[in-house]
């Protein structure tokens, strides 16, 4: 069937090459390139496709969906892909397993990274290609189900025995088992097993430990062992999460990972350089939550605004013929700050991946005083950002109106997988409260007068406020935003500082000053979005993509700022907010004619997105009574529900 023409004509008055700005926007040509490849090869390949669409399968169908196409899979990983690369890898898995989650999810994303990280050289020898071939099936076991935040807290013990040269692992009690590790109920054989170390009595704390947990043949647990799947989830139900607990179960000491910290044969512990050192496979994942978090907005987006060229809905002038619901001034208002945002995600998202790596070289050499910056940025990033794309996909599927609340279009699993972000690798207030710590102490070098040590990232706290210019542009914009994360900066350091010395414990003064503090955190993580995406523009060679760039950086920083208008009211006048209210709205009629692109340009396949609404053609209406017909629902006309008790009901209404 051929392309809707609503589409062709949207795709016509782009004026830039899809191609050119998927360059920009995946970091490279070269890998831009590399994702068309893998995604053109896979469509090649039947067995990758759904055996039926999955919103229509059961969880066990969809685990079990997911398992064969890992299958198939294996069969091709080093003809589609380098497989030393990362980025193809998830571009393949995003590909083929779509976001509802698989048993492979948490190998690659926290399991291998954990063994990178903390293993040994020796045990990587050991664990690290078994893992890399997929021998075994690993996941990340942390969370308890007493415990999720507070680390400190967790109860599964590892104990040393010194006369065996042993750790005996257990959960003491209900709240002790793991809960909710992805892959772990049904999966893996293998974990990483966070569990407090116990020499001599002395609870040094949470450590990582190698562990086996079902046989390598037979895949039942292993003796010892209880696991099994926690159940049905708000989305992601094509993983298993999982329980586990252990009974005086033995693990050789060789599997306590000892990179960092170590302990000997006589039981003599040696410290890591870094006392959170062991957290590194968290901060991993969260310096890439940036890039999928995007992603998932990206997804979202491309349905609606490509639905919303088809769709058509009322008049503006020309009564002849009805309007894209697109041409609306509220429908680009709902839908473009969030392209924008979706852009300044991904940006950030490769930025955070590239510290990341530089942190991990630098803490293999010893140097571990990056870390506490980086922990602070991914803390603030993965709890703005995440948010940000649950409003934003929110927002999308409102757009598609009735059908978007329809399965077909995909877009209330997007959100559910997505919002699930807001939860893992730290709940977003809590790591909102990371980062504001960092700030407080920020702010308190600044008052013992040691502005001239403060990184990069806040040295603007130190800085005078300094007035607006009234032709404002994008570092103008930024300005702004400086003024506001600083502003709320000193003052809810202030209320800390005010109520700890009015006789409050440090404790209670941080609780009662938290709101203002994690206002604080928002603010200074949007302003490092904002400079990033105004940086990232600055360095684009191609003009015609760097001036749709400049549009859409436009309708963000418009959108930004009188987004936090309350914070900026001692700053701006209000004829100064008018003036940004109407550049917003000419931004977006701006960006209007190459809105289709630039959600094209996320080159997102129809196979990964799975939506009737989304689909690259626009022939949404005649595959939407297509897909509702394949309902398993529509199998018979009479279902045996309706015989079995409707009939029988109305028959006995009639007596
Ligand atoms: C596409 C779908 C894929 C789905 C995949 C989903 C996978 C999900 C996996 C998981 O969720 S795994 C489990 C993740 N769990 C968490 O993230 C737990 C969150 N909690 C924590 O990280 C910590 O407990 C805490 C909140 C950071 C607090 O830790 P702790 O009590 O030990 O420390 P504090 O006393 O609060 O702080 C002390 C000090 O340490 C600094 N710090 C904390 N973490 C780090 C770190 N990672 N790196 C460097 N420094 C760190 C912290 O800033 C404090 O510094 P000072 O202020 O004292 O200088
Ligand atoms: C989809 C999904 C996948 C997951 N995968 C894994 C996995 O693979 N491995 C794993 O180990 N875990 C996993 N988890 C668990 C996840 O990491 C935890 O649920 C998460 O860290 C939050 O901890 P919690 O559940 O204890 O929340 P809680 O800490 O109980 O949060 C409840 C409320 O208390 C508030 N709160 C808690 N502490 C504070 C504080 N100090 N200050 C202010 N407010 C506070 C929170 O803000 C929140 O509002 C997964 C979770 C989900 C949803």
Same mark, same amino acid.
């Given at each position: 069937?051929?392309?809707?023409p609503?589409?062709?004509?949207?795709?016509?008055s782009?004026?830039?090459?899809?191609?050119?700005?998927?360059?920009?926007?995946?970091?490279?040509?070269?890998?831009a390139?590399?994702?068309?490849?893998?995604?053109?090869?896979?469509s090649?390949?039947?067995?990758?496709?759904?055996?039926?669409?999955?919103?229509f399968?059961?969880?066990?169908?969809?685990?079990s969906?997911?398992c064969?196409? =890992?299958?198939?899979?294996?069969?091709?990983?080093?003809?589609?892909?380098?497989?030393?690369?990362?980025?193809?890898?998830?571009?393949?898995?995003?590909?083929v397993?779509?976001?509802?989650?698989?048993?492979?999810?948490?190998?690659?994303?926290?399991?291998?990274?954990?063994?990178?990280?903390?293993?040994?050289?020796?045990?990587?020898?050991?664990w690290?290609g078994r893992?890399?071939?997929?021998e075994?099936?690993?996941?990340?076991?942390?969370?308890?189900?007493?415990?999720?935040?507070?680390?400190?807290?967790?109860?599964?013990?590892?104990t040393?025995?010194?006369?065996t040269?042993?750790f005996?692992?257990?959960?003491?009690?209900?709240?002790?088992l793991?809960?909710?590790?992805?892959?772990?109920g049904?999966?893996?054989?293998?974990?990483?097993?966070?569990?407090?170390?116990?020499?001599?009595e002395?609870?040094?704390?949470?450590?990582?430990? &190698?562990?086996?947990?079902?046989?390598?043949?037979?895949?039942?647990?292993?003796?010892?062992?209880?696991?099994?799947?926690?159940?049905?989830?708000?989305?992601?139900?094509?993983?298993?999460?999982?329980?586990?607990?252990?009974?005086?179960?033995?693990?050789?000491?060789?599997?306590?990972? &000892?990179?960092?910290?170590k302990?000997?044969?006589?039981?003599?512990?040696?410290?890591?350089?870094?006392?959170?050192?062991?957290?590194?496979?968290?901060?991993?994942?969260?310096?890439?939550?940036?890039?999928?978090?995007?992603?998932f907005?990206a997804?979202?987006?491309?349905? /609606?605004?490509?639905?919303?060229?088809?769709?058509?809905?009322?008049?503006?002038?020309?009564?002849?013929?009805?309007?894209?619901?697109?041409?609306?001034?509220?429908?680009?208002?709902? =839908?473009?700050?969030?392209?924008?945002?979706?852009?300044?995600?991904?940006?950030?998202?490769?930025?955070t991946?590239?510290?990341?790596?530089?942190?991990?070289?630098?803490?293999?050499?010893?140097?571990?005083?990056?870390?506490?910056?980086?922990?602070?940025?991914?803390?603030?990033?993965?709890?703005?950002?995440?948010?940000?794309t649950?409003?934003?996909?929110?927002?999308?599927?409102? /757009?598609?109106?009735?059908h978007?609340?329809?399965?077909?279009?995909?877009?209330?699993?997007?959100?559910?997988?997505?919002?699930?972000?807001?939860?893992?690798?730290g709940?977003?207030?809590?790591?909102?409260?990371?980062?504001?710590?960092?700030?407080?102490?920020?702010?308190?070098?600044?008052?013992?007068?040691?502005?001239?040590?403060?990184?990069?990232?806040?040295?603007?706290?130190?800085?005078?406020?300094?007035?607006?210019?009234?032709?404002?542009?994008?570092?103008?914009?930024?300005?702004v935003?400086e003024?506001?994360?600083?502003?709320?900066?000193?003052?809810?350091?202030?209320?800390?500082?005010?109520?700890?010395?009015?006789g409050m414990?440090?404790?209670e003064?941080?609780n009662?000053?938290?709101?203002?503090?994690?206002?604080a955190?928002?603010?200074?993580?949007? =302003?490092?979005?904002?400079?990033t995406f105004?940086?990232?523009?600055?360095?684009?060679?191609?003009?015609?993509?760097?001036?749709?760039?400049?549009?859409?950086?436009?309708?963000?920083?418009?959108?930004e700022?009188?987004?936090?208008?309350?914070?900026?009211?001692?700053?701006?006048?209000?004829?100064?907010?008018?003036?940004i209210?109407?550049?917003?709205?000419?931004?977006?009629?701006?960006?209007?004619?190459?809105?289709?692109?630039?959600v094209?340009?996320?080159?997102?396949?129809? &196979?990964?997105?799975?939506?009737?609404?989304?689909?690259?053609?626009?022939?949404?209406?005649?595959?939407?009574?297509?897909?509702?017909?394949?309902?398993?629902?529509?199998?018979?006309?009479?279902?045996?529900?309706?015989?079995?008790y409707?009939?029988?009901?109305m028959?006995?209404?009639?007596?």
């Amino acid at each position: 069937m051929s392309e809707n023409p609503d589409l062709t004509n949207e795709r016509a008055s782009g004026t830039f090459e899809t191609n050119a700005m998927a360059a920009v926007i995946y970091g490279s040509e070269k890998f831009a390139q590399r994702r068309r490849e893998i995604t053109e090869a896979i469509s090649k390949i039947p067995e990758f496709q759904d055996s039926h669409p999955l919103v229509f399968m059961s969880r066990e169908e969809k685990i079990s969906e997911a398992c064969r196409k =890992l299958a198939v899979l294996s069969n091709y990983w080093n003809s589609l892909i380098d497989t030393s690369d990362e980025e193809e890898a998830l571009h393949l898995y995003r590909e083929v397993l779509g976001l509802e989650g698989h048993p492979l999810a948490l190998h690659e994303t926290m399991f291998i990274p954990s063994l990178i990280a903390q293993a040994s050289d020796e045990q990587q020898e050991k664990w690290l290609g078994r893992a890399q071939r997929r021998e075994i099936i690993g996941c990340y076991a942390q969370t308890e189900m007493g415990h999720g935040t507070n680390l400190r807290a967790l109860e599964t013990t590892a104990t040393f025995d010194i006369s065996t040269r042993e750790f005996i692992l257990n959960s003491p009690t209900i709240t002790s088992l793991k809960w909710w590790p992805g892959a772990l109920g049904k999966s893996a054989n293998w974990s990483i097993v966070i569990a407090n170390l116990i020499i001599k009595e002395h609870n040094y704390g949470p450590h990582p430990f &190698m562990v086996q947990l079902r046989d390598e043949k037979s895949h039942e647990p292993l003796p010892g062992i209880t696991v099994g799947d926690i159940g049905p989830k708000m989305a992601f139900n094509g993983a298993d999460n999982g329980f586990l607990g252990f009974k005086n179960y033995r693990i050789p000491r060789e599997n306590m990972l &000892m990179r960092h910290s170590k302990v000997t044969s006589d039981g003599s512990y040696i410290k890591p350089p870094h006392a959170k050192i062991g957290y590194s496979s968290m901060v991993k994942v969260r310096s890439r939550m940036a890039m999928d978090q995007g992603l998932f907005l990206a997804s979202a987006l491309v349905i /609606a605004v490509r639905y919303s060229a088809v769709r058509r809905q009322g008049y503006l002038e020309d009564k002849s013929r009805e309007v894209k619901v697109l041409d609306y001034q509220t429908q680009q208002h709902r =839908l473009f700050p969030s392209i924008a945002r979706a852009y300044a995600f991904i940006f950030c998202g490769f930025e955070t991946i590239r510290l990341y790596d530089q942190l991990l070289i630098d803490v293999q050499n010893g140097n571990t005083s990056g870390m506490a910056d980086l922990h602070a940025l991914t803390s603030g990033l993965k709890s703005v950002v995440t948010y940000q794309t649950g409003e934003g996909i929110e927002q999308a599927r409102m /757009a598609c109106g009735g059908h978007g609340y329809s399965m077909a279009s995909y877009i209330s699993e997007i959100y559910g997988v997505a919002i699930g972000g807001c939860t893992y690798e730290g709940e977003n207030m809590v790591m909102l409260l990371q980062l504001a710590r960092y700030l407080v102490k920020s702010i308190e070098m600044i008052q013992n007068g040691k502005s001239r040590e403060l990184g990069p990232m806040v040295a603007y706290l130190a800085e005078n406020e300094s007035e607006i210019d009234l032709n404002l542009g994008p570092n103008e914009y930024l300005k702004v935003f400086e003024y506001a994360a600083r502003n709320q900066t000193w003052r809810a350091t202030e209320k800390f500082q005010k109520l700890r010395n009015s006789g409050m414990s440090n404790e209670e003064a941080w609780n009662q000053a938290s709101v203002e503090l994690t206002r604080a955190s928002r603010l200074h993580t949007r =302003l490092y979005i904002m400079s990033t995406f105004i940086n990232h523009v600055g360095s684009i060679v191609d003009q015609k993509v760097k001036g749709v760039l400049i549009d859409l950086l436009n309708v963000h920083v418009t959108y930004e700022v009188m987004d936090i208008g309350i914070y900026v009211q001692g700053l701006l006048s209000s004829n100064q907010m008018d003036l940004i209210r109407n550049q917003l709205y000419v931004s977006l009629e701006t960006i209007r004619p190459n809105a289709v692109s630039l959600v094209d340009s996320f080159q997102i396949s129809d &196979m990964q997105l799975r939506s009737v609404l989304g689909r690259r053609d626009g022939n949404v209406y005649e595959n939407l009574f297509k897909w509702a017909k394949s309902s398993p629902l529509n199998k018979t006309d009479v279902l045996p529900s309706v015989t079995q008790y409707l009939k029988p009901m109305m028959e006995k209404s009639k007596l």
